[in-house]
């Protein structure tokens, strides 16, 4: 039955079923989850560098419509978010962490765990941004320690297109209220009053594409029959091999930062464009994409860079596949 949708995806993040909501996309979750917290003016929202261009936008919209201060975390030496520096910057107007796991345009992994033990000591509402790293890093949300967590399906997860999911720590629940409430979310139980649900599905709406839900459910039963930990190892070490054969080139540059590195490789060129690295990949039947300047400008702008040629590598990837996509490389330098 559909209800296996809310088990599976539970089981991904080590949550309860009641803690799951499903959405047409990351954005969608992660927008309800950030609206549904009683913003006032003079609040802070603290978050990292690497925020995805959609969560800024809704950042800057809180500035306008709430008077509400953005703070953004630097990174430390690895260029991970500083959990250091974070504990100097949360204080009694703190009232929402929001952080990236693993942003579009790196192979970085922040430290997402170690935020949540400050959320929890501050007893601070923490979103957690996990778009890219559901389907390929083991999430448990109990160790991370966070209220909320967005993905998508269409990523790692490999589910349809326009579809989406929203955990919401039980505990939480009764502290936040959904802008959209309608009645699937809420019971319009006397004239003039409503009760909203009792579950994470007060995120949800009446009407969703259920064939849609159901491929993501499928998805994401796969990744659990195969193992998430087992997924892990694969890619970082394919990963890995790729990043140690790109430090071969004298005319490639690996981009990725930080210290744990996911199964994001991005690489430039000094001889060509991501734009252009990527038509001829394409003309060799070869998928990659180019994360550029807008959609992570904080952590884009640090750095000096317009774009990035990024390579995704899943469990299913072969080290056969790495070494036809660097002689490919090796071709187009010569
Ligand atoms: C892709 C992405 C999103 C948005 O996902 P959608 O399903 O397109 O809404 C959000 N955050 C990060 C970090 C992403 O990479």
């Known amino acids: 039955s559909i209800n296996a949708f809310y088990t599976e995806i539970a089981q991904l993040l080590n949550a309860e079923p009641e803690e799951i909501a499903y959405t047409e996309s990351a954005t969608v979750a992660w927008v309800r989850a950030f609206f549904s917290i009683d913003f006032k003016i003079g609040d802070e929202i603290i978050c990292d560098h690497t925020s995805y261009a959609s969560n800024y936008i809704a950042h800057l919209q809180a500035e306008q419509r709430y008077g509400t201060k953005t703070v953004v975390i630097p990174a430390n ?159 970082t070490e394919v990963a890995t091999y790729l990043r140690d054969e790109l430090s071969k080139f004298n005319e490639i540059t690996v981009q990725d930062i930080g210290k744990l590195k996911s199964g994001i490789v991005t690489f430039t060129s000094s001889k060509f464009t991501p734009l252009e690295m990527k038509k001829y990949f394409t003309e060799n039947k070869i998928n990659t994409v180019t994360p550029t300047l807008s959609g992570t400008r904080i952590d884009m702008e640090n750095r000096k860079l317009d774009a990035v040629l990024r390579s995704s590598i899943h469990y299913y990837n072969t080290k056969e596949e790495i070494d036809t996509f660097v002689s490919l490389i090796k071709q187009l330098h010569k």
């Open 77 to 235: 030496d690895f260029g991970e978010t500083d959990v250091e520096a974070l504990k100097t910057l949360v204080s009694s107007k703190t009232k929402l962490i929001s952080i990236t796991h693993m942003p579009t345009n790196g192979g970085l992994v922040n430290p997402a765990e170690r935020i949540g033990e400050i959320a929890k000591e501050y007893n601070i509402f923490y979103l957690l941004d996990a778009c890219q790293s559901a389907g390929q890093y083991p999430l448990d949300v109990k160790k991370i320690g966070c209220d909320f967590l967005s993905s998508t399906g269409r990523k790692y997860l490999r589910g349809p297109r326009g579809t989406g999911f929203l955990y919401a720590n039980k505990r939480r629940l009764n502290e936040i209220t959904p802008l959209n409430l309608d009645l699937h979310s809420a019971e319009w139980n006397s004239i003039n009053s409503f009760q909203q649900r009792n579950s994470a599905k007060k995120f949800e709406t009446w009407e969703s594409n259920i064939a849609a839900k159901i491929g993501l459910m499928i998805a994401a039963k796969q990744i659990n029959e195969i193992g998430i930990d087992r997924i892990w190892n694969r890619v």
